[in-house]
């Protein structure tokens, strides 16, 4: 049985949908999930030149545990790259709706999730260049999350002395 998915006209819900964090899926249906998961495998086997292009050269790049997950499902939304650890997702521009696309962006940044976007005749001039934007761009997450984590432990001066203490209010 083929599953269908439908999305709701632009009109009729301007803000972005709330995201809950809740369990497999993010409190949605089962069989919505599902729908959206099989819809996200097809697309990774039939990927577009695009994509293919920049995934070919992230592929070459050695990202250690900040790998990108190629059209990875995250909510209700199916992104072109994912990176769960730097919380940061590639999107490529293909000309579809840009209502439908800034809505699906508020909703992943609700969650702390941000989102990049290329567009898709630019990586397919250029993938090496594209591929260099990604890697400054997982860079500047990098420094962007470490930034925001909370601060390291007080240590201990040379003299033995102990640190102070922040005022509790």
Partial sequence: MKKTLSLRPVGERAEAPKIQ??????????????????????????????????????????????????????GSAIVDFASQPLKLVIALDRGEAPEIERRRDASLAEVGIKVIRYDAAEVLGDPEGACAAVLRAMKTRYDELRAASRPSRPSYSRSGARPQRPARG
């Fill in 21 to 74: 964090k809740k369990g497999r899926g993010w409190a949605i249906s089962g069989s919505r999930l599902d729908a959206i998961h099989d819809m996200a495998r097809q697309l990774r086997r039939e990927p577009d030149e695009a994509h293919l292009a920049l995934a070919d050269e992230l592929a070459k790049e050695d990202l250690g545990k900040y790998k990108f997950k190629r059209y990875a499902v995250i």
